[in-house]
């Protein structure tokens, strides 16, 4: 089973808003006249990064009528690129405590606290209504939670009839003989980290009632991000707006994990649009 407190111990920073705040500040950015775009460099903790989430948003020809639930939304930094970019009224629930905090104050300091609230909360049990939503978000998180089917139970109860799930997720890969390589983002080892396979995961949702509208496999893209990523990182070591600020030192080792994983199949990533009919 997940363990709240393991997830939210790879996670947690206490300090983590003081020194994002540091940092702007270092780089030039006035915290008080901040614009959500400037906090894509630290805030989009999934492969593929802004732009990852600007096309899943196309594919799902957001606009801002939709209400949409964020599931594991970290440091919200989707949550105020879909507020800010696409109109969207967001609700954003994560487990870790820091991360709600931390959330909740950058949104506010981008003037965006009117279209998102932030709920810290475990997205199996979220306590919100049902049928409150169109759509459910859920990018780079599943990996943390075991009990998939009591994930997607919770998804399907909090969707309007025709409301869609959009999954952006690292899945198991084809290659199951060999060890993934910890650390990674989204654990520090296997205790953490709850991989099935994509096609598992379709299987579990036509269980529970969805329908799949729409599949990508985008491995190589993820690939392609991470080793772009750490071409940057080398070029300017040593802090900045970027995953060492979340992570800390453990974050050296995740772009060459992942790459390692990506590239002998152990670890796989894709989209998938599901609906409830
Ligand atoms: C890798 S981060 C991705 C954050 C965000 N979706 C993004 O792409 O920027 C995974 C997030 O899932 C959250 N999380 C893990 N298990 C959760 C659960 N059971 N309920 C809610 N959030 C959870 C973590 O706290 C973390 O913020």
């Not at 775009?37 to 606009?63: F, I």
């Not at 930094?77 to 696409?86: D, F, I, M, W």
């Not at 799930?165 to 654990?187: C, D, K, M, N, R």
Request: contains cysteine.
């Amino acid at each position: 089973m997940s363990n709240p407190d393991n997830i939210s111990a790879h996670y947690g920073r206490q300090d983590l808003l003081e020194r994002i705040l540091a940092v702007l500040k270092q780089t030039g950015i006035d915290p008080v006249q901040l614009e959500a775009k400037q906090l894509y460099p630290v805030d989009q903790l999934h492969m593929g990064g802004r732009q990852a989430t600007r096309e899943l948003a196309e594919k799902l020809k957001l606009t801002s009528d939709i209400n949409l639930l964020d599931v594991g939304s970290g440091l919200g930094g989707t949550a105020r690129l879909l507020a800010s970019e696409y109109g969207c009224q967001v609700t954003a629930i994560d487990l870790t405590e820091s991360f709600c905090r931390a959330s909740e104050k950058l949104t506010a300091l981008t003037g965006l606290s009117n279209k998102i609230v932030t709920v810290q909360g475990d997205a199996v049990a979220t306590g919100l209504p049902d049928a409150a939503f169109d759509l459910i978000w859920c990018q780079h998180t599943q990996m943390n939670i075991a009990d998939k089917p009591g994930l997607l139970r919770e998804f399907h109860r909090l969707l309007k009839p025709t409301g869609r799930v959009a999954l952006h997720e690292v899945f198991a890969g084809s290659v199951t003989a060999e060890p993934i390589q910890y650390p990674l983002p989204w654990a520090s080892d296997a205790s953490a980290s709850f991989l099935i396979s994509a096609d598992e995961m379709l299987t579990l949702a036509t269980r529970e009632g969805f329908e799949l509208l729409e599949k990508q496999a985008l491995s190589n893209e993820a690939q392609a991000w991470w080793e772009a990523l750490l071409t940057r990182i080398g070029k300017a070591p040593g802090g900045g707006l970027g995953p060492g600020l979340i992570y800390g030192e453990q974050s050296r080792q995740f772009g060459p994990n992942i790459i390692d994983n990506l590239r002998h199949q152990r670890i796989a990533v894709y989209e998938m649009i599901l609906r409830r009919p």
